[in-house]
């Protein structure tokens, strides 16, 4: 039972506008919340994450809101740049571990 | 510089064989994971270790085994009996927000 879920495998928007990822989570236990990036062949690195006693988390061009009562979170990359070409993935934790979305791949257009 | 080495970066597999993927870290942290990741299903958890000689099962863990010996490594066995073995295997430590990965091994089975 996949209990985080990003349900666009892709995306794709032109440079300079705003690229939105969303990701929903099933899981009320959930407390933490992060965003990783992935290029081929390569691991996730860490992009930036939220504590549930927050809504809103900025870091440059990156922002993530959560809206608990929706269980729903998103990253808002503005102004979207070719480099962040990826795979996204949301990641959700409770305890010992983190559960992983199915990811969603970006692809920015110059 | 502190991280996770993953070796080696591209494996293939006779079918029947087992096979070890390497895994090991500098970063002096205590817990270790091990991720798979195949297209459109994220990463699903085989293992994952919180401290030297113990680890617990994820929720992918049939035909794979592991082994803590040293904090420093978590080597992965992929077994005979794993049925679909050929994916992207990520490892990965627990740092205070969340992850660092490897930079992960492609596993084909021939």
């Known amino acids: 039972d996949q209990q985080v879920k990003q349900n666009s495998p892709s995306l794709s928007v032109q440079e300079g506008r705003i690229s939105i990822l969303n990701c929903d989570y099933t899981?009320?236990?959930?407390?933490?919340f992060l965003w990783y990036k992935k290029y081929p062949a390569e691991g996730p690195t860490f992009l930036i994450s939220i504590s549930s006693i927050k809504d809103k988390n900025e870091d440059g061009r990156f922002t993530v809101f959560l809206n608990k009562s929706a269980k729903h979170l998103s990253l808002h990359i503005v102004p979207s740049q070719p480099g962040d070409s990826a795979v996204y993935f949301c990641?959700?934790?409770?305890?010992?571990?983190?559960?992983f979305g199915t990811g969603t791949s970006l692809t920015v257009i110059p | 510089d502190g991280g996770i080495t993953q070796s080696p970066k591209y494996l293939f597999r006779k079918e029947g064989q087992n096979v070890t993927l390497s895994c090991e870290q500098n970063l002096n942290h205590d817990a270790m994971y091990w991720y798979r990741q195949d297209p459109g299903q994220g990463l699903r958890l085989i293992y994952y270790?919180?401290?030297?000689?113990?680890?617990q099962k994820g929720d992918i863990a049939e035909g794979y085994s592991v082994s803590r010996e040293k904090k420093e490594s978590f080597p992965l066995t992929v077994t005979s009996a794993q049925k679909n073995p050929t994916a992207f295997y990520l490892c990965a430590s627990r740092t205070r927000i969340g992850y660092t990965f490897g930079s992960g091994t492609r596993l084909t089975v021939v």
């Open positions: 270790s919180q401290i030297v000689n113990d680890f």
């Open positions: 899981n009320s236990m959930f407390d933490y």
């Open positions: 990641a959700a934790n409770t305890g010992n571990q983190f559960y």
